[in-house]
């Protein structure tokens, strides 16, 4: 937002304070304003970026179509003129195509789009024996879980598009409701990121935080490139330490949870298949597994 030193040297032998404050002023809701709080000359010309910033902001959210196309620094949030301690400032609300339940700030979104987290539990596909027991499952830890009151996950596996990322989206905002803290990764682009964080110095910290999370989500587990290391020193240790602390952690997969073991193996030795077996047996602990034989109604 322009100041209003920037204002003047626009035009700077033909332009004053008093003439931008008469501008200023031409607005009906900042001239409501200075009437309304009686405001002096001295005031305004302190307050003047402050008034500027509004009536920037407010051409801008008028012109504006949805979050989508948001020019605003806080996204769907319009700026409302103020006083305070007897200066002019500024307070933020949600603008009306702000409508996200604030709940789903409780979602730390790690490559998946946003929109994704429209998923609304009413919205559930029923139709198939395998998703209403999904459904029976999800309502019964949404009912039973507590941090003192523990409960598996789920290792949803299943065709490609049928609906296992929709359905744990519509848990985790679920469970954001109940003021979970939440992460919900794309495993394998998070897979690429921890490996590029191995020479930057926050691996370590980025492990912590998967570690600790309230709940965790990895979607399409299994559909990463290979990697020893990600696979014992990363995983592992991640998984193993949500057991011990009875963590909730859920899955979505293209393979069976069984068919991991081959997945998560660099080659067909022994030793290969022990690693794996241990990736597979601390999900296996953590985790429901549910198949969904068939695709979602749309």
């Not at 409501?32 to 302190?46: A, G, M, Q």
């Not at 996204?75 to 003129?81: N, S």
């Amino acid at each position: 937002m322009k100041k209003i030193s920037d204002y003047l040297m626009e035009k700077p032998s033909s332009i004053n304070p008093d003439e931008v404050i008469d501008r200023l002023l031409e607005d009906a809701i900042i001239n409501r304003f200075v009437l309304n709080n009686d405001l002096k000359h001295d005031t305004i010309i302190i307050g003047i970026n402050q008034l500027m910033t509004f009536k920037e902001s407010k051409d801008i959210c008028q012109k504006c179509q949805g979050l989508y196309e948001c020019k605003l620094s806080y996204i769907g949030m319009q700026p409302k003129l103020v006083m305070y301690d007897s200066e002019i400032t500024l307070d933020y609300s949600k603008c009306h195509f702000n409508t996200a339940d604030e709940s789903r700030m409780k979602i730390d979104a790690m490559y998946v789009p946003r929109k994704v987290f429209n998923a609304d539990f009413s919205d559930f596909d029923l139709i198939g024996p395998s998703r209403k027991e999904i459904q029976k499952y999800m309502l019964e830890f949404l009912h039973d879980y507590s941090k003192t009151n523990p409960k598996k996950g789920m290792y949803l596996s299943g065709l490609f598009g049928s609906g296992k990322t929709y359905i744990l989206a519509a848990m985790a905002n679920e469970l954001a409701k109940k003021n979970f803290n939440i992460i919900f990764a794309y495993y394998p682009d998070l897979v690429r990121e921890l490996k590029s964080s191995i020479g930057s110095g926050d691996l370590e910290e980025k492990i912590q935080r998967l570690k600790a999370v309230d709940i965790l989500f990895l979607d399409d587990i299994g559909g990463e490139t290979n990697s020893a290391f990600i696979r014992d020193e990363v995983l592992g240790p991640i998984l193993q330490h949500r057991v011990l602390d009875e963590l909730p952690t859920f899955f979505a997969s293209n393979i069976k949870m069984r068919s991991l073991i081959e997945a998560m193996q660099i080659d067909a030795s022994s030793n290969e298949k022990a690693k794996a077996v241990r990736i597979y047996e601390r999900i296996h602990e953590l985790a429901l597994e549910f198949e969904l034989t068939e695709k979602p109604i749309r």
